[in-house]
Structure formats: C-alpha cells, structure tokens
C-alpha cells in the first residue's frame, strides 16, 4: 500500500485547510485510515481516524474543528481542518491500517503551518 497526501500550507489562525491522501497498491487490505501530526520537538499524535464502514475517532485537541471523511470508492480520506490554530502547525502523517493483521502504513509528511 501506497499513501500520497497533498493539501498542507500556511495559513493564518483561524483559517482553513483541506489535506487528502489517496491510496494505491492493495487497497482492498485497508480498514481504517487516519492523519496523525508530528510537531517539532514531539511524539508524533493521532489527529483522527475512519474505518471503512465510517466510524471515526478524533483527538480531544481537534473535535469540533476537524472533520475527518473518507471515499471508499476512489480509496481517498481528507481532513477538512477550521479554525487553525499554532498549535495545529505540524507535519501531518496519512495512515492506513491492514484488514487482517494491522500493518501500518504511512505516507509522506505534509507540513501544515499556522501564523498567529
């Protein structure tokens, strides 16, 4: 499994962004798939997760600002991210996890920063 996300940037606080990772290779092998964040200096964090069937899972520091989705069909899952703050400023890391055994697999990082 392959993971290729895009749509980090800067942004100022308060402001919107939409990142996207779409997979490739054996899809068929992935339940759920998520963003995880690794800012300077700290352990990389769960953002938010989905499962296939739609369940999701967000980290205290984002609900309610953060919406994580996910399109089964074209194996892709977005993080639609509002309200930004600093302290969202992170590399963010797409995830998947296999069906059968719970191999990760990651993309690369795409940064996301934030100005106050």
């Known amino acids: 499994v392959q993971l290729q996300a895009c749509g980090g940037g800067l942004v100022q606080a308060g402001g919107s962004l939409r990142l996207s990772c779409a997979a490739s290779?054996?899809?068929?092998?992935?339940?759920?798939m998520g963003w995880y964040r690794q800012a300077p200096g700290k352990q990389r964090e769960l953002v938010a997760t989905?499962?296939?069937?739609?369940?999701?899972n967000y980290a205290d520091s984002v609900k309610g600002r953060f919406t994580i989705s996910r399109d089964n069909a074209k194996d892709t899952v977005y993080l639609q991210m509002n309200s930004l703050k600093p302290e969202d400023t992170a590399v963010y890391y797409c995830?998947?996890?296999?069906?059968?055994?719970?191999?990760?697999?990651w993309g690369k990082g795409t940064q996301v920063t934030v100005s106050s």
């Open positions: 290779g054996s899809t068929f092998s992935i339940n759920v």
């Open positions: 995830n998947a996890e296999a069906r059968l055994d719970g191999t990760h697999y």
């Open positions: 989905i499962s296939y069937g739609g369940s999701t």
